[in-house]
């Protein structure tokens, strides 16, 4: 699943945390990020202080049904694109 021009990004972190199941991030190189993690998440974060704004994020969702939430969350919020 990808996502795309993610403005909110403290939003998009509160529909992970209510996800079920696992929620990875892909990085380029192929290496695997727990974002369930709150160590993930707040490297994460810090990586990005200087921009409230995520050009793209490539995940891997374990659960369909959180895949939908996160879905539904992209759509409703206008914080972005999603495909899966």
Same mark, same amino acid.
């Given at each position: 699943m %990808? +996502?795309?021009n993610i403005n909110n $990004? =403290? @939003?998009l972190f509160n529909v992970l945390d209510s996800c079920k199941g696992d929620v990875k991030l892909i990085s380029k190189d192929g290496d695997m990020i727990n974002l &369930? =993690? &709150?160590l993930s998440?707040? +490297?994460l974060a810090a %990586? +990005? +202080?200087d921009t409230s704004f995520i050009k793209e994020l490539d995940l891997k969702v374990s659960d369909?049904?959180?895949m939908k939430n996160i879905m539904n969350?992209?759509?409703m919020s206008g914080s972005g694109e @999603? $495909? @899966?």
């Open positions: %990808k +996502l795309y $990004v =403290s @939003a &369930k =993690s &709150k998440q707040i +490297l %990586k +990005l +202080l369909p049904e959180d969350f992209m759509m @999603a $495909v @899966a």
